[in-house]
T-cell receptor, first 113, second 114 residues
């Protein structure tokens, strides 16, 4: 079935460093790849997304890249800040008749001040 | 900007009881999704509705049912509750059921079954 793998499961960086989270999806029909940030007990918050007709997208300190051939997509956060600490989920959708999201298993990012 | 509204925010039930969770999508959004998130887990898709019709179904137990009403709000009905149903239940809405529309999540309902 549809599956999204996410690595690493935990990531600790120093403030100001960059962080990279990688995901791989199984359904080649997927065409939409959002990233969500979730703080403990809070809702998943959409931070950036990319569609299959684009290879890269950037929004200030956050960027996402997509390699459709390899079915890989990645989140890049530069100049990390303590408030970036949270769980980050990648997701894939669009592989079927609906837009349901298949999530990765999450990455706990800790930014050390 | 208006966001997705969920009620109640917290719910405590005993085993074998029933629960009803409500979701009010962002205005003009016609598609609603329900997700279940266990402790330390990723959100799992349960079911979705578009224009009051079920559009997709995921790993939703037969004890659960849901519907979308004419005002586009949705309700998730859960019966014969089990301890394993304790989780965060999120509703998300989008403008359209297919393609690449963004999904925005509500604050969630924390269900605790004792």
């Amino acid at each position: 079935g549809e599956n999204v793998e996410q690595h690493p499961s935990t990531l600790s960086v120093q403030e100001g460093d960059s962080a990279v989270i990688k995901c791989t999806y199984s359904d080649s029909a997927s065409n939409y790849f959002p990233w969500y940030k979730q703080e403990l007990g809070k809702r998943p918050q959409l931070i950036i997304d990319i569609r299959s007709n684009v290879g890269e997208k950037k929004d200030q300190r956050i960027a996402v890249t997509l390699n459709k051939t390899a079915k890989h997509f990645s989140l890049h956060i530069t100049e990390t800040q303590p408030e970036d600490s949270a769980v980050y989920f990648c997701a894939a959708s669009g592989g079927g008749a609906t837009n349901k999201l298949i999530f990765g298993t999450g990455t706990l990012l800790a930014v050390q001040p | 900007a208006a966001g997705v509204i969920q009620s109640p925010r917290h719910l405590i039930k005993e085993k074998r009881e029933t629960a009803t969770l409500k979701c009010y999508p962002i205005p003009r959004h016609d598609t609603v999704y329900w997700y279940q998130q266990g402790p330390g887990q990723d959100p799992q898709f349960l079911i979705s509705f578009y224009e009051k019709m079920q559009s997709d179904k995921g790993s939703i137990p037969d004890r659960f049912s849901a519907q979308q009403f004419s005002d586009y709000h949705s309700e998730l009905n859960m019966s014969s509750l089990e301890l394993g149903d304790s989780a965060l239940y999120f509703c998300a809405s989008s403008l359209g059921p297919t393609g690449t529309y963004e999904q925005y999540f509500g604050p969630g309902t924390r269900l605790t079954v004792t």
